[in-house]
Nanobody
Framework: QVQLAESGGGLVQAGGSLRLSCAAT????????MGWFRQAPGKEREFVSD????????AYADFVMGRFTISRDNAKKTIYLQMNSLKPEDTAIYFC???????????WGQGTQVTVSS
């Protein structure tokens, strides 16, 4: 069983930055690949970024490449998403997710709202 809790969302002006955190309650955090997804109003949930157990294996959606950075701290059982150069189109609820090994993302947090004003 994995419980995930996101924090760090808020309202920011275009060009600004936010840092999201996701704290996991789980026995073996390093066993899970961790990811960030987002869902804007009226749109499907979409992949943003994810990270493997060591932190060296990362992936990003094209629309955040060069602006967002994902990282993890296995000792704290937490992942982060540093978001820079935010755009109004980044406005969405951001969700943290976890998956064991090569499986599908199975565990989800409740989400944190990010709003970027123009």
């Amino acid at each position: 069983q994995v419980q995930l809790a996101e924090s760090g969302g808020g309202l920011v002006q275009a060009g600004g930055s936010l840092r999201l955190s996701c704290a996991a309650t789980v026995r073996t955090f390093s066993y899970y690949r961790m990811g960030w997804f987002r869902q804007a109003p009226g749109k499907e949930r979409e992949f943003v970024s994810d990270i493997g157990w060591s932190g060296a294996d990362t992936a990003y959606a094209d629309f955040v490449m060069g602006r967002f950075t994902i990282s993890r701290d296995n000792a704290k059982k937490t992942i982060y998403l540093q978001m820079n150069s935010l755009k109004p189109e980044d406005t969405a609820i951001y969700f943290c997710a976890a998956r064991p090994g090569d499986g599908s993302y199975y565990y989800w947090g409740q989400g944190t709202q990010v709003t970027v004003s123009s």
